[in-house]
């Protein structure tokens, strides 16, 4: 893809005009008729089936294959299609060399979109600024303004426990998490 | 955060922080209460042993302190990039956030959310409750949902005390807190002191543990709030799509564990366990900015 699709299409992401976005399937996995594992099985899908992104309605993506088929598979069975492009987690030496060249004004880092973001570079020249601190602070709520927002929008408070991290995790029963 | 960065992180805390106290020390006529004794032992140690010794000297901050140490990485932050200069989007992410913040329990920190007028995709926060969202981040947002799960996460960072503690692992508090003490009564060099933990603190990162008990938190406080829970794994899918090398997310990859990991995660943990719940995805961003208009 040329340097000018790229920014197009970024723009029109940003904006979010697109509607349909490419992803893979990560592994073989059943294309479901509705959002729900009990639904009729539409096609089974290989790993690295292309799809079009069509929506999500909770855990569930709406997609179209190549050959026409809609339905209904788990977002996280999903991979982007430039999968391989994808960063590797956070790296110590990165972490360490831009800790050690602060003040340095080079950037060899390849733009795709054109946006530059608040940078390393931003937080190391920052000088504090109570000023904006104090306009920040007078847009805080107090609890009735949240709690009336939430009345409007019909949001109700669920009782819902922490999920335990997955080393710790032991076998979950269905009442592990508590409707309300 | 990896060792050999933490080790770095460490020296450059200590660095900054035996500057700053044995500069006011050297330059002040007089003994500032709390400050005089650090600077005298500061003063007489080699970084070696100052590092030792800072880690040894840990206690606990108390919540004032850590309020107070937000509030001045806040400040930081806010020196990097201002305030979007739009009232009625600073009203509403507080309100969407206060409720989010409620659901949790410790509902009554000064909660008080900013947006960034930054086009690139981040979020931060500061101990005690002050959370930060970029423009960039706000205009990615697929639906309210989303901004909720980002929001929550963050939430998640100041519940469990992250960067409060990743402070403390690395210099102990009882030296910050005299260089707050001193910050405080206006001594400059311990507030530029302050402003330099921060800078290191938020190009850093925390450790990717943190960010994964964030995740799990900002899932659950998100769908506590009456939100789809599937909102930040959602934002995960969008990040996961996009490139390192863009400008506009690379502090965020840099600062991060890779996406994937983060979806592995919290696919393995979420199953179908909450599906059961309501799932409000939320209005769209222009009629919130309509509503927060008065």
Known sequence: ?180 | MHKLARNVFKIAIAMSLAGAVTTAFAQLPFSIPGLGKAAEKVGNLNLGSLIGNLTAATREADEPEEIRLGQEFAATLLGAKPLVANPPLQRYINTLGRWLALQTERPDLPWTFGVLDDAGFNAFATPGGYIFVTRGLVERMRSEAELAGVLAHEIGHVLKKHHLRAVQKNAGFALIGDVLNAAGRGNPEARGALVNVGRKLYASGLDQGDEFEADRLGVVIAARGGFDPYGLPAVLQTLQAQSANDDSFSLLFKTHPAPAARIEMLDTLMKDRLDWLPAFTGKPLNARLAEFRR
């Open chain 1, 1 to 180: 893809m040329s340097r000018k699709t790229m920014l197009v299409l970024a723009g029109l992401l940003a904006a979010g005009i697109v509607q349909a976005e490419p992803a893979l399937t990560g592994r073989a996995t059943e294309l479901m008729a509705q959002a729900q594992s009990d639904a009729a099985v539409v096609a089974s899908l290989p790993e690295n089936t292309r799809v079009e992104v069509l929506g999500r309605k909770g855990a569930w993506s709406e997609v179209r294959t190549a050959s026409g088929q809609s339905g209904w598979l788990r977002m996280a069975m999903l991979k982007p299609t430039n999968a391989a492009a994808a960063p590797s987690s956070s790296n110590a030496i990165g972490t360490l060399q831009n800790l050690l060249s602060s003040g340095r004004t080079s950037n060899t880092a390849t733009v795709t979109t054109g946006v530059r973001g608040l940078s390393e570079k931003d937080l190391q020249n920052a000088q504090a600024n109570p000023a904006e601190l104090e306009k920040m602070q007078q847009f805080a709520v107090d609890r009735r303004t949240a709690a009336g927002f939430a009345q409007r929008n019909r949001l109700v408070p669920q009782s819902l426990e922490e999920l335990p991290a997955p080393t710790a995790a032991p076998a979950q029963s269905d009442n592990h998490m508590v409707g309300g």
